[in-house]
């Protein structure tokens, strides 16, 4: 995660809303989402390009408007850029085929 963003001074005012929407990814079923994973998503995914004028009220409108589909799909891809696939033995590709 990008620890210089120029949004991340915002994080203590915004974190009732960042709480309000990881209850609404519990509700949902989705338990594994973390606050500090929203927050990066937000940041390389919705504030890739920063506004130096945001408000905070744009800010807590980004949060609120996340939704869950966006969510986990920036995670699986962020996931298979990460994983390493070598399956250079036989052995393995036996392994993941059975």
């Known amino acids: 995660m ?4 120029k949004y991340n001074h915002f994080r203590t005012q915004v ?3 960042l709480a309000s929407k ?5 509700l949902l079923g989705y338990d ?3 606050e500090d994973g929203l ?9 890739k390009k920063v506004n130096e004028e945001i408000r905070l009220y744009e800010i ?14 920036f995670t699986t891809i962020q ?11 036989e052995n393995e590709w036996k392994e993941l085929l059975k």
Request: hydrophobic share 35%; aromatic share 14%; net charge negative.
């Open 32 to 34: 594994s989402v973390s």
């Open 39 to 47: 927050w990066e998503f937000l940041i390389m995914k919705k504030w």
């Open 22 to 26: 990881l209850s609404e990814f519990r």
């Open 2 to 5: 990008e620890k210089s963003h």
């Open 79 to 89: 996931t298979y850029k990460t994983t390493e696939f070598s399956m250079d033995d």
């Open 60 to 73: 807590i409108q980004d949060i609120l408007n996340v939704k869950v589909s966006d969510y986990m799909s």
């Open 15 to 17: 974190q009732p809303a």
